[in-house]
């Protein structure tokens, strides 16, 4: 009971705050708040946003599978980002200079991008084990890295292909692509089943194997886990290459569901994201599926917003409140439950060995 | 030797005063001209106006239509108003109906994009403007092109209109842009008035649609002054958009090409510009003065003072003329007499004069302008 309420109470009691924070941002400016919900709910019957909100989801489920394996371990793997924007890229690369029989088209790409998302997190997580470098640091470098990796490589004289003023790879042709389920009002992708299907293999690996109890201790106490015959060195490489290969998926839902290529306006910050989804989920395969969602439907609600003239910003407002305010809910509650336990614990003293404290006394 | 610009002049008048103002180069440059670095700098005379040279046309495309009955949607790109350049261009041919052709303010919604979104949000934002029944739709921004053709096809019944890009549907009216030629003239204004023989380029991010900027800056350059010395450089690689909108990068990159020996900055970065107006306002002295060129609208107006005071003139793309112009069209029932590409010849792209940074060299920048327009320079778009 008390463990459910405090993985509960933080993230509601963020939201709820959060929720504050966006209606008194809105009377200040003028609109009402509950206009501006109504609207946002609303909009999800309307044309494909329902089924955008789930793919988007599904998207920021994978990033945020990935943020959650490093924080497992208290790494932060910032790099996210470069990570699945190199992968899609080198992926649709590949994707559109082959061409294989159907499925294994596909699984090619898969695989290229898992490989390439997980060397390219080996860099930082080599430096981190055998150099001390910080991960956070040697990520957010390579982010800029790999920023410049991805605008040499669709230059039109490397792989790109010019499209009026845009440069995009070369498409990839339907036997790679990923069939989605047509709703009728927008495609599903096929993709969002392989993100399910990320979550639930999440959670046996950290709950069921003997890696996922390893890299929950090390988490929890690298000297302690040192001590009981874990070794640091390897957890820390095979959790941020971990980190990158699950990261280096995040792009392909659009590129093997929708885009079939990657171009200069493919999307970025989804590595963001996913660390801020991955914190309000508290790294459970659940409550990131719910973090996910609930940032998915913000995202693609947020359009109707225009409707009523409130600015969209204000679902910035809320993002960023819902991240701030849930790392102080959950220190709030914990400290609230500690001093409780404190207070049990002190009165049961008091009751039971009664004798003893009156000798002392 | 000062003429103004769109005063109509005889052919022959015209290209006596232009050889005579080429000839006498040397004293469209400012004072400091006479020093070493300055004759350095060969520079090629102006082309003579050949016979019947195209006078800049002020004249409208076409009369003004009736649009209160229009109900207009303006899909933004990243940035949306307020970057003082490319959306707010385009707010301001929407406000210009509004003024001019009695299209209603309620009747016209804006919507921005944000930064580094997916393409479903860019098609749920169109498609919303459409099923509202808005029509036209304006999309700003050539990151609209995969979204607006699939809208476009969803909703045969509305007309839409691209800005920089081109999206091949009947209902789709593509609104591109001429820019190496405006900016072949800044660059040409730039070599003039430069007396370390060295100019600078600094674009917001290396696309396809920037780098020609670059070229027509490049070209324009080298055809006054084939030895002139062109720094490029960009704020950010192609796929990453932050180079339109930060100013604190535009400062760095254009006090490098500064400190390096430039002293005429074009900027073609967005919002990032005003760093680079900031950066020149710093370096220029009384003895040895700098400039910047400004892009898309005139920022001598929309910058601040006395920021602006660097800023010699603007390569103006004129973003606003050609929405104006596609309402009226569409307002007009008639899309067809709109031109291919809003170019020199139309006034779709140019050069400003505002604070009279290039007043002594108007003569000459016309005579190129008639060149380009009469076709006896061709400017490439690629660097």
Redesign the interface.
Known sequence: MSRIRSALLPPALAILFAAALCAVALVISGASPLTALGVMIGQVGQGTTAVDIVNSAAIYYIVALAAAIGFQMKLFNIGIEGQYRLAACVAAIVGGLIVLPPVLHTLVIIVVAVLVGAVWAGIPALLKAYRGVSEVISTIMLNAVSLGAIAFLIRPDSFGVLQGNNISTKPIEPSGQFPGLDTGAGTIFGMVVVAVLLGVGYWFLLNRTRFGFELRASGESATAATAGGVNAKRMVIIALVLSGAVAGLAGLPEVLGRDFAYTLTSPQGYGFTGLAVALLGRNHPAGIAFGALLWAFLDKSAIALDNIGVPRDIVLIMQGSVVLSVVVAYEVVRRYELAAEQRRVAAQLRGAPAADKEVVG | MRHRRGMAFAAAVLSSALVLAGCARDTGTPAAGGDAAGTECARNAAPAAAGGAAAPSAAPIAPNADASALRVGLAFDVGGRGDQSFNDSAYAGLERAVAELGLVQDNT?E??A????????R???L??LA??GFSPVVAVG??Y??SLTTVAAEFPDTQFAIV???VDLPNVTSLTFAAEQGSFLVGAAAAMRTTSCQIGFVGGV????IQAFEAGFVQGAKAVAPDVEVDVDYI?????FSGFNDPARGTEVARGQLDSGADVVYHAAGGSGQGVFEAVAAATTAEAPKYAIGVDSDQFNTVAAPTNEVIMTSMLKRVDVAVFNFINAVAAGDTSVLPQTFDLSVDGVGYSTTGGGVDDLVADLDAYKAAIINGDITVSSTP
């Open positions: 919604r919507v921005a944000a930064t580094g979104e997916s393409e479903d949000a098609v749920s934002r498609r919303q099923t509202e050539f990151a092109s995969e920089d890009s081109v290396e696309v396809p649609l950010s690689p192609a796929g990453d």
